[in-house]
């Protein structure tokens, strides 16, 4: 009989949890409603889960952040299963905004498609199409990039997560900013299509309106802009300076420095500063701060890429406020598009240094 006891505790206590997570669910999404039309979400039960995970067994996990994610199987299908990783953390409740924006986004291709989810666990957890990561510790911190991708797999990923970023800031009737464009975010398919993942710092700009205030600024280091950083307030420009970041990881493969930390006189300069980078160019040095991986590729049109790159740093400067007034992310998408496309960048893509 204990076992029977022990059956029956379990099977009320999933039927509690499902009711919990569909009400604050639902609330979310009633939220965003009005923004957008979230895609039926399909239901998955506790146990099709753990089978799918052999229990969330470690030998699955793939990856840590604000998630653990595991690779599992799932009707057949490898998939990426998202288990929130702080328990009752006072943030839990982002899980729902992830969940609910996710569903939103679904239907276009570079974002991490979201397959269905479980209601039965303490918190909703997310069945993902399976996709990896393009950092390379299970944690993404020591290593911020895959140092096997090449430099046209760099530059076609910029080019698709721009893309995505453009359609949160211009699809929707206000405009919702990721809050959180890095590394750890962004995931390839076997086909090498980015997407972008993690949507648990989004927030919409009330319609009409250029900003919202945060009570707590949120988001990695090295990738917040300053203005944010200080006022606390969400712009577009939030999305665009970390993604300026992202790409100086993209060429150098280091972790960028975080502005506020360098030396006022710039007396000293490293690869992680952007305005170190561009002194490093204007020297002559470019070649020195590159990621070296990305460029042992046989049969490389060296010249051509050179001037891509060039280009490419021009833009990320804009990105970060560092040349010129900052673009709008439809601008940069555009501009990226371009880039990668272009047969000669040599007229009217020479880079301006500060």
């Not at 300069?269 to 070296?292: I, M, N, Q």
Request: glycine fraction near 6%.
């Amino acid at each position: 009989m204990v076992w029977w006891r022990r059956k029956k505790h379990q099977v009320n206590e999933r039927q509690r949890m499902f009711m919990k997570n569909g009400s604050l669910l639902l609330e979310e999404v009633i939220a965003i409603s009005d923004d957008a039309k979230s895609n039926p979400i399909k239901n998955f039960s506790a146990d099709q889960i753990i089978q799918a995970t052999n229990n969330f067994s470690r030998s699955n996990l793939v990856r840590i952040d604000r998630f653990r994610h595991y690779r599992g199987v799932l009707d057949g299908r490898v998939v990426l299963i998202k288990k929130w990783a702080y328990g009752g953390s006072i943030y839990s409740e982002k899980i729902y905004r992830d969940l609910a924006v996710s569903s939103m986004v679904s239907g276009h291709k570079n974002f991490l498609k979201l397959l269905g989810c479980c209601l039965e666990f303490a918190y909703p957890v997310l069945v993902c199409e399976y996709a990896e990561v393009i950092t390379r510790s299970l944690r993404g911190t020591r290593c911020p990039i895959d140092p096997t991708l090449t430099w046209s797999m760099r530059i076609v990923t910029a080019k698709e997560i721009a893309n995505a970023i453009t359609y949160l800031h211009t699809a929707f009737s206000r405009t919702l900013i990721h809050k959180d464009i890095q590394p750890c975010q962004i995931f390839l398919n076997e086909n090498g299509t980015a997407k972008l993942g993690e949507f648990c710092n989004c927030v919409f700009i009330p319609e009409g309106e250029t900003f919202v205030k945060d009570d707590v600024v949120e988001g990695t280091y090295g990738y917040l802009d300053p203005s944010y950083m200080s006022k606390g307030l969400v712009t577009e420009k939030t999305d665009v300076y970390s993604f300026g970041a992202f790409m100086f990881v993209l060429l150098t493969g280091r972790i960028p420095r975080p502005l506020f930390w360098t030396n006022p006189d710039h007396s000293s300069f490293s690869a992680e500063d952007p305005k170190s980078l561009s002194k490093l160019v204007k020297d002559g040095r470019f070649d020195k701060v590159l990621d070296k991986e990305m460029l042992v590729v046989e049969g490389r049109d060296v010249e051509q890429e050179r001037l891509q790159m060039e280009a490419f740093l021009q833009l990320s400067l804009r990105c970060i406020g560092h040349q010129g007034e900052v673009p709008k992310m439809i601008e940069v998408a555009k501009e990226l598009k371009r880039i990668e496309r272009s047969k000669d960048l040599s007229c009217g893509s020479s880079v301006s240094y500060v």
